[in-house]
């Protein structure tokens, strides 16, 4: 069992920033893909950006320019620096990682979430 601890989330005002870290622990074999979702009140899940193993990066649309993914593999740590925030990124944010145990099983875990409240 893999454990994903997520640290950084709170309060900012419009336009600030914010550093999400996000650290996995437990039974890891060989994490490829990490990557940050966030829902928002009355909304769906959605993807914010995610990162490969090697570093290749993906962002929705709304946090291009502004959101940055980055990871530390030797530490099993992915960190999303989020800034111009804006109201509408107002959401909790959840912690993905993608564990391949063999070479066609993946399992997934989430992180707990942390929110994120952009607000003044």
């Known amino acids: 069992q893999v454990q994903l601890v997520e640290s950084g989330g709170g309060l900012v005002q419009p336009g600030g920033s914010l550093r999400l870290s996000c650290a996995a622990s437990?039974?890891?074999?060989?994490?490829?893909?990490m990557g940050w979702y966030r829902q928002a009140p009355g909304k769906q899940r959605e993807l914010v950006a995610t990162?490969?193993?090697?570093?290749?990066?993906n962002y929705v649309d709304s946090v291009k320019g502004r959101f940055t993914i980055s990871r530390d593999n030797a530490k099993n740590t992915v960190y999303l620096q989020m800034s111009s925030l804006k109201a509408e990124d107002t959401a909790v944010y959840y912690c993905?990682?993608?564990?391949?145990?063999?070479?066609?099983?993946?399992?997934?875990?989430w992180g707990q979430g942390t929110q994120v409240t952009v607000s003044s």
């Open positions: 437990g039974s890891i074999v060989s994490i490829n893909a």
């Open positions: 993905n990682a993608n564990d391949q145990v063999t070479a066609r099983t993946i399992r997934v875990y």
């Open positions: 990162i490969t193993s090697r570093g290749s990066t």
